[in-house]
């Protein structure tokens, strides 16, 4: 039934509340289980047809009850900082990947078999390096975040061919714009460089600043996630979601320079461990599957729609 509402689990959260907003204005109805560890209510619109549940992913039974009824899920929850997890890796895993597995639990118990699943770039490493990266490059996770997101790949895996769920598996790049909450040293580096800009505070760029990004609007994102919850079929195989564009620290505060018309002192640190240097997605498959606005939203456009210019 079309009224039933499609679960976003994570979606008080910054690429989640967006989602919620490209859903309803497409009129779904939407239930958001989140814990607000980092999601705020404050990101989800005061609607009748969103219904925010408060609840942990870790928990399988509050899992099962926000399963109950819905059509879809976009699986998004979970503990987004790679240094949390270097931290506290049992901690994080609770929500990393018993989350994932009590997202499968609950759907294989409700007969919901459509999910859309946020994995990420770090499940390759180092590994290609310098190139566009594809899907068929070995993976090689280098901290206890990219080891969760492949592990609930192979889950998501598992509970295909076991149990018929339909697994939508996306491996984000570099995602940024509005409601990325700059106030997280782990946030990502758009939101802390354009959040210290806008108040004249130092930025700090750890290493030299060549180090490079594929970096994609959020709102080009939920487009694409949007389509795939409406495919009549989901082909298998990730999807690597970037634009194979590599913008380095130094392009990108250029940009910000340019759209706020001047920058705050910046200084140079040591580089932060474990921290890869080059990231570019090969969007080949992505491009086959799927649509994003033509043009993409440039670094430009998307820098002048977060920052209010
Ligand atoms: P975010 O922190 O804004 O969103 C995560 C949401 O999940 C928050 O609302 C948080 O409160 C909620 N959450 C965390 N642990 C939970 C738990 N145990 N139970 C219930 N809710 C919980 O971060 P985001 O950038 O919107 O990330 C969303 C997803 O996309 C994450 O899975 C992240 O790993 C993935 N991802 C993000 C990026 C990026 O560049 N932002 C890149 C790759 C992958
Ligand atoms: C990784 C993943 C991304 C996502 C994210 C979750 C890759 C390529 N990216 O993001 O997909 O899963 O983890 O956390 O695996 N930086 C500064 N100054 C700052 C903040 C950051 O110089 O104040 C640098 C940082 O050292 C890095 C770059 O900016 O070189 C990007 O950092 P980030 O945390 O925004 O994203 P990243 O790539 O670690």
Redesign the pocket.
Known sequence: MADRPILV?????????NLVDALLARGYSVRV????????RA?LPDDERVELAV????DAACVRRAMSGCQAVV???????VQASVEDPIGTH???LI?TLNVCEAMRAEGVTRVLF?????VYGNNGEGEAIDESTPTAPLTP?AAD?LASEHYLDFYRRQHGLEPAIF??????GP???PASPYS?VISIFTGRAQKGMPISVFGDGEQTRDFIYVGDLVEVLVQALEAPVVEQGVVNVGLNQATSLKQLLAAIGDVLGGLPAVSYQAPRSGDIRHSRANNARLLQRYRLPEPPTSMRAGLAKLLGR
């Open positions: 689990t994570g979606g008080a959260g910054f690429i989640g509340s289980l989140d814990n607000l560890s980092t999601g705020k990101n609840g942990d992913v870790a699986h998004l929850a979970a503990v987004a900082s609770q929500s990393n989350g946020a994995s990420s770039a770090a975040y997101k491996r984000f790049f570099n995602i940024y409601r990325q909450d990502g």
